[in-house]
């Protein structure tokens, strides 16, 4: 049981630092520009 729970933590660990490597490599990738691109598209309230 304790070593399931390691495991899974383990695991959580991993998918962590996966993500804020993506997120990091994202950021370098497109300078900003993609900061800026968000920005403009959720400024507005989408109308119906």
């Not at 300078?31 to 691109?37: E, K, Q």
């Amino acid at each position: 049981m304790i070593l399931m729970i390691l495991k899974m933590i383990g695991c959580l660990a991993l998918l962590m630092f996966g993500m804020k490597t993506m997120s990091e490599g994202l950021q370098k990738l497109t300078g900003g520009h993609l900061r800026a691109v968000l920005g403009k598209m959720t400024k507005h309230r989408l109308s119906r």
